[in-house]
């Protein structure tokens, strides 16, 4: 069994995939590494002496400055490791034409069985969504759900009700970050029906939310302000019937991989997600991009320190100017509240093995394979183009994985060290990236992606591909099972 995982020749750090005692001898790097300590899982350990001053390196780029000198063997984590990133940047365009898209062996002929929708997408799924435009009616929304949901059990995939607290009190950006999130969400093809619930008085009205869906994409979509009728509960109930006789006879076909849109995420990332999880869903970015289909990355603080390898792969000077300007005011975001922009990683992380934020950088643009990045959409926006899409939301699980949704993903792919189990509206494959989580968290975790530690990427690769296409195809993800279903929305400006 492999113990541990030297990445790049050029890295001065390996990573331990199992826990190691001092003295262990190990083969790593250019001569073998007499641990000088005891290194958990997912921890790192220099398997060269590093000059207190010089740059410790993995994934063949710096992490941060070592604050000490370290002997070969010793422990390197947040007693003598900081980053280097100070809020400041200059990034290059590489002026090279398109980038080739490189089809991974796994993906021929490859597909899933879907649903059509009018305008061309495929969903994933045939559900009925409620959506209310502010909190005040979000136990309205969910009462509904319910209902119709017995009501309707069998006949559509299921009806569901995501509540939240925002719609009113709200200004500005903030308002319109709150309506473009939850017009996008509302032509979303995995949704056969839509009910945008209202309470009248709100600041998120109706019109203006109606007035960001296309009219092309508002044949399935009712809406009912709750102060304008007398029984509200019934009169939504009604409007769900209709949508549910409109769109239940909609059948499965069978659909290639180029129709999904796959959005990634990682939450909860160790020392490993970097080594397992996080390739592994870029090999399958790699599939669905180079069949024809859309890949979504989003948390934009989670780029940090490794953005210029995303922009290498700018497709045109215009997207590349576009993802520098998403970047750089992500974080004069941070700046402007007074945060330094590498406050991650988070406790979890840091527990885990993760010591600064290029670190878990490097780790997480892995997810977006070698795509082409093809466009920057705001918060709010949806993925047109196949390809890679940079989306701007922040790095909380729940924030991002909903705007990962309201872009358009099908499916998600969220990768996880510690383990969460979170649900969003499209169906969310939770892949472990340690074995030893898979086997504890059998609830929570869809795939082990430990497995390529010994197995290696191909076997693991094909597994995941088998998985991804039977959950696209109607075979529930954990957290549907475990009812798992929720939006956050991104709160980013001033409540009255």
């Known amino acids: 069994m492999k113990k541990a995982v030297h990445i790049a020749p050029t890295d001065n750090v390996a990573t331990a995939v199992a826990d190691l005692g001092v003295g262990e001898v190990l083969g790593v790097g250019e001569a073998p590494v007499r641990l000088a300590m005891p290194i958990s899982r997912g921890h790192k350990f220099a398997v060269a002496p590093i000059a207190q001053g010089a740059a410790v390196t993995k994934f063949g780029f710096p992490i941060g400055i070592a604050t000490a000198a370290i002997a070969a063997g010793e422990h390197v984590h947040s007693h003598n490791l900081v980053t280097a990133l100070d809020g400041n940047d200059a990034f290059r365009f590489p002026g090279a034409d398109t980038p080739r898209r490189e089809a991974s062996p796994i993906i021929a002929h490859r597909g899933f069985h879907g649903y059509l929708r009018t305008d ?62 939850l017009a996008a969400l509302a032509q979303h093809p995995n949704a056969g029906g839509v009910l945008i619930v209202g309470l009248g008085c709100e600041s998120n009205q109706l019109g203006a939310l109606f007035d960001l869906i296309p009219a092309e994409r508002r044949a399935h979509i009712r809406a009912l302000s709750a102060q304008a009728v007398e029984d509200d509960e019934a009169a ?204 504890r968290k059998k609830g929570w975790i869809d795939f082990d992606a430990g497995q390529v530690l010994d197995g290696g990427f191909d076997a693991a690769s094909t597994a995941l591909l088998d998985l991804i296409a039977a959950t696209s195809s109607g075979a529930p993800a954990r957290a549907e099972s475990n009812e798992e279903r929720d939006i956050a929305i991104w709160k980013s400006g001033v409540t009255l």
């Open 120 to 181: 061309g997408r495929v969903g994933t799924r045939n559900e009925i969504w409620i959506i209310p435009t502010v909190g005040c009616v979000g136990n309205l929304a969910a009462r509904v759900a319910r209902i119709a949901g017995v009501r309707h059990a069998g006949r559509v995939d299921g009806v569901h009700a995501f509540k939240h607290p925002f719609g009113c009190s709200q200004l500005g950006d903030d308002l319109a970050h709150t309506r473009a999130l």
């Open 236 to 439: 939504c109930l009604a409007l769900v019937d209709e949508l549910v006789a409109a769109c239940a006879d909609t059948p499965r076909s069978e659909r290639p991989l180029s129709d999904l849109v796959l959005g990634v995420k990682c939450g909860g990332s160790d020392g490993l997600s970097g080594l397992t999880a996080n390739p592994l869903v870029g090999r399958m970015a790699d599939a669905v991009a180079a069949a024809g289909g859309k890949v979504l990355l989003t948390e934009i603080p989670e780029i940090f320190g490794a953005e210029q390898i995303l922009m290498d792969r700018a497709v045109s000077r215009t997207v590349f100017d576009d993802a520098v300007a998403l970047v750089r005011d992500f974080k004069h975001y941070f700046i402007r509240h007074g945060e330094p922009v590498s406050e991650n990683p988070s406790p979890g992380n840091i527990a885990g093995g993760i010591t600064t934020l290029e670190e878990k950088s490097l780790g997480a643009v892995q997810k977006g394979g070698k795509v082409p990045l093809v466009d920057v959409q705001r918060y709010g926006g949806v993925a047109t183009r196949p390809g890679l899409t940079l989306l701007e939301a922040p790095g909380n699980d729940a924030v991002s994985s909903t705007a990962l949704t309201a872009a358009g993903a099908t499916i998600i792919l969220f990768t996880t060290g510690r383990g969460t189990p979170l649900g969003f509206p499209a169906p969310t494959l939770k892949i472990a990236s340690n074995s030893a989580l898979a086997e």
